[in-house]
């Protein structure tokens, strides 16, 4: 983070006491990074939902993932170290 406006980062964007802001950081820039590229966000919402309603795309997240590895490997992978 850039020292200059570190602090202000760390104010606004902690939003779990538990997650440190600078890991909170790391994972809003890979989200974006994936979300942001020209075919990414289409790729990434189009793959797991497909259409159809909020709640259904929940269920159907939440029911064929096993979230803790993904969790793992998105931390891995934004390079958060805890």
């Known amino acids: ?3 200059e406006v570190k602090s202000l980062l760390e104010k606004y964007i902690t ?3 538990n997650i ?3 890991n909170q950081h790391l994972l809003w820039r890979h989200v974006g990074d994936i979300l ?3 075919i990414g966000g289409v790729s990434a919402v189009a ?3 497909g ?3 909020p709640v ?3 269920i159907a997240i939440t029911s064929q993932y096993d979230i803790e590895a993904r ?3 998105v931390k891995s992978l934004a390079g958060i170290k805890d």
């Open 71 to 73: 969790k793992r490997m």
């Open 1 to 3: 983070m850039n020292p």
């Open 15 to 17: 939003r779990n006491p």
């Open 20 to 22: 440190s802001p600078e």
């Open 56 to 58: 259904m795309e929940k």
């Open 47 to 49: 793959a797991i939902h």
């Open 36 to 38: 942001c590229s020209s």
């Open 51 to 53: 259409g159809g309603s």
